[in-house]
């Protein structure tokens, strides 16, 4: 410092508070661009999963729809062939490396990533009459269609096919209906 308390050009610096607030600002702006960059990842995480479940849907309401490999089953049994035995079928495709419809992403660590779900309506076609077109109803369910009316079932069914990630963040679903040839 001079005589009468100016500084030198070459004294001249920043205060205390200064180097605070500028601290604060970079902080500031370094943790919204963290928070950007990790909501970013969780996003993409999120439509890598939605992918691999619409790809894993889409080949398996194929699969359901071949009647050379899934042939239509009359209810009752149709629960059980849709959803316990075709299923299963898939599934074993799935995970084999030789398939055609092989998902690398569904088993990891030897632990299956998603799940595969079957429901079946069993479906009554009504004639068409002079007033009213052809139509056609389902039942809340295969088997109790079939238990309040054997007849009812017209070789018509409705599949509700779900594919889950078992840790609930995804969840895809396709309406099949198949019917008898």
Do not use: W
Request: aromatic share 6%; proline share 3%.
């Amino acid at each position: 410092m001079t005589r009468g308390g100016r500084r030198r050009a070459s004294d001249v610096g920043e205060t205390l508070l200064e180097l605070l607030i500028s601290i604060v600002l970079l902080g500031i702006a370094a943790t919204s661009i963290f928070g950007l960059m990790t909501s970013s990842i969780d996003a993409s995480v999120i439509h890598q999963k939605q992918s691999v479940a619409g790809s894993i849907l889409d080949n398996f309401a194929e699969y359901l729809q071949n009647e050379n490999v899934a042939p239509y089953v009359k209810c009752p049994g149709a629960v059980a062939a849709y959803g316990t035995t075709y299923r299963d079928a898939f599934l074993t495709k799935l995970a084999d490396s030789t398939s055609k419809v092989y998902e690398p992403k569904y088993i990891v660590g030897g632990t299956p990533r998603y799940t595969l779900t079957v429901s079946v309506e069993g479906g009554v076609l009504h004639a068409a009459t002079d007033t009213d077109p052809a139509t056609v109803t389902y039942g809340v369910n295969c088997a109790s269609v079939v238990a309040t009316d054997p007849a009812a079932t017209s070789g018509l069914e409705k599949l509700l096919v779900t594919v889950s990630s078992t840790d609930s963040k995804v969840d895809e679903k396709t309406v099949i209906v198949k019917r008898t040839l």
